[in-house]
């Protein structure tokens, strides 16, 4: 049952900073994860991306058109947001929730360098996520990336900029088509790693079971 945010403005008068999060890149078989941190200091911003739906609801094309345009407001100051990423090694050595918190706690420390978030900054987070228990002001809501436009935006900054590292990681090893599965474990991507074994950027940890022993 999906959790409604109705009562989130009653912070808005002293804690005028809302802050969105959520991440990409949790199941893929190579490369890093990512959170996307997305603030505003009025909600009222938010009319400019009316419309908008969390990244996996949108296509590739679509979610490149909000980018632009949260990169615009960012520029101007009205917004801010911030990715931060953690690699396949860390995903392995420490474990996928280590993987996230440390992107989240990276992100919201770039959004402090900008005056973007504070202590008592009002924080919704999508799923399970969580932030450093300073922030008192924290709130995670299941589907909160369908049901709360601040976590929509965050996860298309998070969604395009991981698309982006997958893109140039692509030129790197072109016979892999990373540009095309992003790393996910589709049957091109499990077929190329077969025929061209297990680079640098998997994740080990993914593989066992999946492609057999290695």
Known sequence: MKEKVKNCDKFSKSRPIFIGIDEAGRGPLAGPVSVGAFAVRSRSVLRKFKGVKESKQLSEAQREVWFKEI???????????????????????????????????????????????????????????????????????????ESEPLIALASICAKVLRDHKMCRIAKLYPEYGFELHKGYGTKMHLGSIKKNGILAIHRRSYLKGVTGPF
């Open 71 to 145: 990169k615009r407001l960012h520029r101007s100051g009205e917004i801010a947001f911030a990715v931060s990423f953690s690699s396949e090694k860390v995903i392995d050595d420490r474990g996928i929730t280590y993987a996230v918190y440390s992107a989240i706690r990276r992100s919201l420390k770039k959004l402090t360098k900008r005056n973007f978030c504070t202590d008592d900054s009002v924080i919704l987070l999508d799923g399970l996520l969580h932030a450093p228990k300073a922030f008192k002001n924290q709130k995670t809501i299941i589907g909160g990336d």
